[in-house]
């Protein structure tokens, strides 16, 4: 079975500082690939960054970087130099090999950036 | 427009009504899903269309009727629904034909559209 699991339903974070946000997977599919996603008060899912699983390389896009850790089953999401729009759900989710395309998501971690 | 848009934004029904939900993509992507976004809860898939086929219906109440006439249209038809349909209900579609897999190739998101039942 595939599952997504966030263990932080609510994280605090000082303006300009970093965060990690943890997210852990389960899946028997050789080959998957993970997402995160952040949803601000508006409702619409904005996608910041993919990992796949056969990636050397942890993934960044500017201020967002994938510490993907194979082994662990976990791919944790770091913001950088944190800024009052980050402040939102992010959610992680994963879509395996032999799931047809559908992308399973995590229950969110609600992410509030201090002044 | 550009990306993905769902009309209408807000919507408050009861449930003796019938009232119909619609989503258009505009970056000529294969798939187009329908998610139900309760309190609390993770992201659940209704339903997939992949070219304009059905491949996937989670177990959906049959009083939630999808419909999709082409491959940039899905529609979420609804009748007769209970309080515990309130929901955030968001569209999205993809590139790869759903019964495909290439990892890559991200969800692009609606807005949603925020039903409460009453």
């Known amino acids: 079975a595939q599952k997504i699991t966030q263990t932080q339903p609510g994280m605090f974070v000082q303006e300009k500082e970093a965060v990690t946000l943890d997210c852990t997977y389960d899946?028997?599919?050789?080959?998957?690939?993970l997402f995160w996603y952040k949803q601000p008060s508006s409702g619409e899912m904005i996608f910041l960054i993919y990992?796949?699983?056969?990636?050397?390389q942890n993934a960044t896009e500017g201020r967002y970087s994938l510490n993907f850790q194979k082994a662990r089953k976990s791919a944790n999401l770091v913001i950088s130099a944190s800024q009052l729009g980050d402040s939102a759900m992010y959610f992680c989710?994963?879509?395996?090999?032999?799931?047809?395309?559908?992308?399973?998501f995590g229950q969110g971690t609600e992410l509030s950036v201090k002044p | 427009e550009t990306g993905v848009t769902q009309t209408p934004r807000h919507l408050v029904m009861g449930m003796t009504n019938k009232k119909s939900l619609k989503c258009e993509q505009h970056?000529?992507?294969?798939?187009m899903y329908w998610y139900k976004q309760s309190a609390k809860k993770p992201l659940e898939l209704m339903f997939v269309?992949?070219?304009?086929?059905?491949?996937e219906n989670n177990s959906v109440p049959s009083r939630f009727s999808p419909e999709c006439p082409n491959s940039s249209h899905l529609f979420l038809h609804l009748h007769t629904l209970q309080p515990e349909d309130s929901a955030l209900y968001l569209c999205?579609?993809?590139?790869?034909?759903?019964?495909?897999?290439?990892?890559?190739?991200?969800?692009?998101f609606g807005p949603g559209t925020r039903l409460t039942v009453l």
């Open positions: 999205a579609s993809s590139q790869d034909p759903a019964g495909g897999f290439r990892a890559y190739n991200e969800q692009f």
């Open positions: 899946t028997s599919d050789p080959s998957y690939g």
């Open positions: 990992q796949g699983s056969y990636d050397q």
């Open positions: 989710a994963m879509k395996g090999e032999n799931q047809g395309g559908k992308l399973i």
């Open positions: 970056l000529g992507h294969n798939a």
């Open positions: 269309y992949s070219l304009e086929e059905r491949v």
